[in-house]
């Protein structure tokens, strides 16, 4: 196994759910964005994630009675740089046994590519939607899972919407980074062959304190609503207050990263009748879920999908019977899949000692789990709408 250098302490944003006493048996990193362009939503991701594992614990029958700790890493969403170093900590120094994360796609693919696949170290991922990594699967010797839809479903989705409401031209803005661009171009590539015109597709720069230039060249180009595949609490929502403003779009449409109670606490009813879709079910488990979700907000985008990694991750190891990456990575579409008997958020105390027993178990969780190729999601979608600067749930896809 490659040893990779220890981040130094300056590198990495440091934070631990212990188990009593500090000494558990078993660590799983919770690799997510503490910091950066989606703070607001990792708030409520991270406690998912961590959920699932005092759920685990609570069983008191995980590898015979072993006791689990989740130990936080941030992945800052955006600096490549800092994701590595934090993933070498959590891998060399806190010698966790499994990766809830990364969130944003590109800071997931450098840490898979520069740390985790070095390491053998399996990552399941709540919130990287890049198509790119679609391939990833070729080349990180079956480590990396994702219980998100890759963008290319997304596009799809954000197509049938749009036209659904009879929106035939669109301007996009994007992220500069591997997400942004991802999404832009497999919306682009569903919207232009469903007959629709995309009247510009430009990028813009997280960090700035003023968007009229981006502005002014979206507005130009003109569309009957403004794509914003961007950050909820960054250029995106510049994006979007540049628009407002100038009166350049007074709709729009908003892809997952968009998606979330900071964007209504930040324009209310001044983006009403715009629309979005984010990854999300109507299942029993989803509202279970939401009911069992103490501290935090169950129903916010992406929360599901970690209290599912982490819970994939800890079931697998089960059904390996050990917490080695190299034994249980085999197991993980096994858990997630059928056949066996359905476990739902609250029922992974059930499901442990099923495989304990050497039983079967299809885990749907929170999200409705079904990982298909690449082991990815095969991609459910809740479909939003701005009413009375509130966000509200049309219809699930």
Same mark, same amino acid.
């Given at each position: 196994?490659?040893?990779?250098?220890?981040?130094?302490?300056?590198?990495?944003?440091?934070?631990?759910?212990?188990?009593?006493?500090?000494?558990?048996? %078993?660590?799983?990193?919770?690799?997510?964005?503490?910091?950066? !362009?989606?703070?607001?939503?990792?708030?409520?991701?991270?406690?998912?994630?961590?959920?699932?594992?005092?759920?685990?614990?609570?069983?008191?029958?995980?590898?015979?009675?072993?006791?689990?700790?989740?130990?936080?890493?941030? $992945?800052?969403?955006?600096?490549?740089?800092?994701? $590595?170093?934090?993933?070498?900590?959590?891998?060399?120094?806190?010698? /966790?046994?499994?990766?809830?994360?990364?969130?944003?796609?590109? #800071? $997931?693919?450098?840490?898979?590519? &520069?740390?985790?696949?070095?390491?053998?170290?399996?990552?399941?991922?709540?919130?990287?939607?890049?198509?790119?990594?679609?391939?990833?699967?070729?080349?990180? &010797?079956?480590?990396?899972?994702?219980?998100?839809?890759?963008?290319?479903?997304?596009?799809? %989705?954000? +197509? @049938?919407?749009?036209?659904?409401?009879?929106?035939?031209?669109?301007?996009?803005?994007? +992220?500069?980074?591997?997400?942004?661009?991802?999404?832009?171009?497999?919306?682009?590539?569903?919207?232009?062959?469903?007959?629709? $015109? #995309?009247?510009?597709?430009?990028?813009?720069?997280?960090?700035?304190?003023?968007?009229?230039?981006?502005?002014?060249?979206?507005?130009?180009?003109?569309?009957?609503?403004?794509?914003?595949?961007?950050?909820?609490?960054?250029?995106?929502?510049? %994006? /979007?207050?540049?628009?407002?403003?100038?009166?350049?779009?007074?709709?729009?449409?908003?892809?997952?990263?968009?998606?979330?109670?900071?964007?209504?606490?930040?324009?209310?009813?001044?983006?009403?009748?715009?629309?979005?879709?984010?990854?999300?079910?109507?299942? !029993?488990?989803?509202?279970?879920?939401?009911?069992?979700?103490?501290?935090?907000?169950? +129903?916010?985008?992406?929360?599901?999908?970690?209290?599912?990694?982490?819970?994939?991750?800890?079931?697998?190891?089960?059904?390996?019977?050990?917490?080695?990456?190299?034994?249980?990575? @085999?197991?993980?579409?096994? #858990?997630?899949?059928?056949?066996?008997?359905?476990?739902?958020?609250?029922?992974?105390?059930?499901?442990?000692?099923?495989?304990?027993?050497?039983?079967?178990?299809?885990?749907?969780?929170?999200?409705?789990?079904?990982?298909?190729?690449?082991?990815?999601?095969?991609?459910?979608?809740?479909?939003?709408? #701005?009413?009375?600067?509130?966000?509200?749930? %049309?219809?699930?896809?």
């Amino acid at each position: 196994m490659k040893k990779l250098l220890l981040a130094s302490a300056a590198s990495a944003l440091v934070a631990g759910a212990a188990t009593a006493g500090g000494h558990a048996d %078993v660590k799983i990193g919770v690799f997510l964005g503490f910091t950066g !362009p989606i703070e607001s939503l990792v708030a409520e991701m991270g406690p998912a994630a961590e959920m699932a594992i005092s759920e685990v614990n609570g069983a008191g029958t995980f590898l015979g009675g072993k006791s689990v700790e989740a130990i936080r890493g941030d $992945t800052t969403c955006v600096d490549a740089a800092a994701a $590595t170093a934090t993933a070498e900590r959590l891998i060399t120094s806190d010698g /966790v046994s499994g990766i809830v994360g990364g969130d944003c796609s590109g #800071v $997931t693919g450098a840490a898979l590519q &520069n740390v985790a696949v070095p390491n053998g170290m399996v990552m399941i991922s709540p919130s990287a939607t890049s198509p790119g990594l679609s391939h990833a699967n070729n080349e990180d &010797n079956g480590l990396f899972f994702r219980t998100a839809p890759s963008d290319a479903r997304q596009g799809v %989705v954000m +197509t @049938e919407v749009l036209m659904e409401q009879g929106i035939n031209e669109v301007a996009v803005t994007y +992220t500069n980074n591997d997400y942004g661009k991802g999404l832009a171009d497999s919306f682009q590539a569903a919207f232009e062959a469903a007959g629709g $015109t #995309v009247t510009i597709s430009a990028a813009h720069e997280d960090g700035k304190a003023d968007y009229s230039a981006e502005v002014g060249a979206l507005a130009s180009a003109g569309g009957e609503r403004l794509v914003v595949a961007g950050y909820v609490d960054q250029g995106g929502a510049g %994006v /979007v207050r540049g628009a407002i403003e100038t009166g350049a779009f007074d709709t729009f449409h908003f892809p997952d990263g968009m998606i979330g109670e900071s964007l209504t606490d930040q324009f209310g009813s001044d983006i009403d009748g715009s629309t979005g879709q984010v990854p999300g079910t109507d299942s !029993p488990g989803a509202s279970q879920f939401a009911a069992m979700a103490d501290g935090f907000d169950g +129903t916010s985008p992406f929360a599901a999908e970690s209290y599912d990694a982490a819970a994939l991750i800890l079931l697998a190891m089960q059904a390996a019977g050990s917490e080695d990456p190299a034994a249980y990575k @085999e197991k993980v579409m096994m #858990v997630a899949n059928a056949p066996g008997e359905q476990i739902f958020p609250g029922d992974l105390a059930k499901a442990l000692e099923i495989l304990a027993a050497g039983g079967d178990v299809d885990y749907v969780g929170a999200s409705a789990v079904e990982l298909i190729g690449p082991g990815e999601s095969a991609g459910n979608y809740r479909q939003i709408e #701005v009413k009375g600067g509130k966000i509200e749930t %049309v219809q699930y896809r």
